[in-house]
């Protein structure tokens, strides 16, 4: 009797699919919240925080998000601007979309 040990290359193939399904959220996510940046065309000058919206996968989570300064002031607004939230909007108005992305990548579809 010979016995096989395959749990690392589970625990690599369920690894893989992770970072897969969070690359395609945060890529979907990115693309949402610079499409809810241009909602507003009084919001875009230059462009310059909509093309600096990225993302990044670590490990278990993924971050969406500006390194632009003024970008806190757009999305949360001031006393004289309404706030724009265009991660928290892109996030919250396509949980259902999320969840198929994880689904679809962790169930291997």
């Known amino acids: 009797m010979r016995i096989v040990d395959n749990t690392g290359e589970a625990r690599s193939e369920k690894d893989a699919a992770v970072e897969r399904a969070l690359t395609a959220v945060g890529m979907f996510l990115e693309g949402e919240a610079k499409?809810?940046?241009?909602?507003?065309?009084?919001?875009?000058?230059?462009?310059?925080?909509?093309?600096?919206?990225?993302?990044?996968?670590?490990?278990?989570?993924?971050?969406?998000?500006?390194?632009?300064?003024?970008?806190i002031y757009v999305h949360e607004g001031t006393r004289k601007m309404a706030a724009n939230r265009f991660l928290r909007n892109a996030l919250q108005n396509n949980i259902d979309q999320i969840r198929q992305y994880l689904q679809n990548e962790l169930e291997g579809k």
């Open 35 to 71: 499409l809810e940046l241009e909602s507003d065309p009084r919001r875009v000058d230059t462009g310059n925080l909509r093309n600096s919206v990225t993302n990044v996968v670590e490990e278990t989570s993924v971050h969406v998000g500006t390194n632009v300064e003024y970008g």
